[in-house]
């Protein structure tokens, strides 16, 4: 139980698109969901708290126009990073809640050339 | 400031051993703790949760919580080198039944030689 899925797990794009990121719990339904990104060698950083049917909450120093938070249903969550840009690829890695425990996705890999 | 310590390693046990992973925190008033192992290259995994004082036994893991001592370890009996990763500890200031941020510290790297 607990499963979280994360689509699409690697991306590559071009510098000035915008990329999609999905994260679903699939056998239970996450209030919240947590973004987080890692870079190579580096710790977790949380990016966002995304609750269901309500704004996002970023962490300081995250641009919330450019990294948009959708969280529409109790078992999925969106983040769109928006005008990519080199410095945005990252391993970006979603969890959800169930409780006070955070399952986390398998983690999408974003390229941007 | 809240903040979760960890050695960051690398810690070095033969195969069969164990290793013994330890874990402080800050904020006194945390309720909920977890220990994620994340391999190079992936995203965490969840290996234990504790929320209360004492030993919690699961397998071939045991987490321990001294919330006087603010102090959470890990034990890996037998240790094996699919065990070699990175293992987090994370706190969490709220009980079992509410989602809050986690408080990561930055990992202990732990390799399991043969």
């Known amino acids: 139980g607990a499963v979280v899925s994360q689509h699409p797990s690697w991306v590559i794009c071009k510098s000035g698109t915008s990329v999609k990121i999905e994260c679903r719990s699939l056998?239970?339904?996450?209030?919240?969901m947590f973004w987080y990104r890692q870079f190579p060698k580096q710790s977790l950083m949380l990016m966002a708290t995304?609750?269901?049917?309500?704004?996002?909450?970023?962490e300081q120093g995250v641009e919330k126009d450019k990294f948009l938070i959708n969280h529409a249903s109790l078992t999925l969550s969106t983040l769109t990073v928006t005008s990519a840009h080199p410095e945005d690829s990252s391993f970006y890695i979603c969890?959800?809640?169930?409780?006070?425990?955070?399952?986390f996705g398998p983690g999408t890999r974003l390229t941007v050339l | 400031q809240k903040e979760v310590e960890q050695n960051s390693g690398p810690l070095s046990v033969p195969e069969g051993a164990i290793a013994s992973l330890n874990c402080t925190y800050s904020?006194?008033?945390?309720?909920?703790f977890f220990w994620y192992r994340q391999y190079s290259g992936k995203s965490p995994e969840l290996i234990m949760s504790i929320y209360s004082n004492g030993d919690k036994e699961d397998g071939r893991f045991t987490a321990q919580l001294n919330k006087a001592s603010q102090y959470v370890s890990l034990l890996i009996r037998d240790s094996q080198p699919s065990d070699s990763a990175t293992y987090l500890c994370a706190v969490n200031p709220l009980g079992t039944g509410t989602a809050s941020k986690l408080t990561f510290g930055t990992g202990t790297r732990l390799q399991v030689t043969l």
């Open positions: 904020d006194r008033g945390s309720q909920s």
């Open positions: 995304s609750n269901e049917g309500s704004k996002a909450t970023y």
């Open positions: 056998d239970f339904q996450a209030t919240t």
């Open positions: 969890s959800a809640s169930y409780g006070s425990t955070q399952y």
